[in-house]
């Protein structure tokens, strides 16, 4: 089991930027495939991004291609979103996922792919 820990969220207007971080617990981070989810209210938990072990592969949804970059730093035990340009239709609570997922498997978008999970940071952007 992995204890992930979110941070960074908040409040920011329309185009603005946030960064949120994900920090692991355990000495196993580089094994893990990162992913970022995210769930606005009356929504379903949607797939935002994810990231190799290495951080050489990364996955995007289309809805935040461009705008958003996903990254990791494995000394630091720790994944990070960069999220630039934001929309209103961003706001949401995001959650940090991992899995230790076979080697040579393809990053997956689907929540089920991810046996580990954070509590969520609320992001919030005002038009």
């Known amino acids: 089991q992995v204890q992930l820990i979110e941070s960074g969220g908040g409040l920011v207007q329309a185009g603005g930027s946030l960064r949120l971080s994900c920090a692991a617990s355990?000495?196993?981070?580089?094994?893990?495939?990162m992913g970022w989810f995210r769930q606005a209210p009356g929504k379903e938990r949607e797939f935002v991004a994810a990231?190799?072990?290495?951080?050489?592969?990364?996955r995007y949804a289309d809805s935040v291609k461009g705008r958003f970059t996903i990254s990791r730093d494995n000394a630091m035990n720790t994944a990070y979103l960069e999220m630039n340009s934001l929309k209103s239709e961003d706001t949401a609570v995001y959650y940090c996922?991992?899995?230790?997922?076979?080697?040579?498997?393809?990053?997956?978008?689907?929540?089920?792919?991810?046996?580990?999970w954070g509590q969520g940071t609320q992001v919030t952007v005002s038009s």
């Open positions: 996922a991992a899995d230790f997922a076979p080697f040579g498997q393809s990053l997956s978008s689907s929540r089920y792919a991810y046996a580990n």
């Open positions: 990231i190799s072990r290495s951080g050489d592969n990364t």
């Open positions: 355990g000495r196993t981070f580089s094994r893990l495939i």
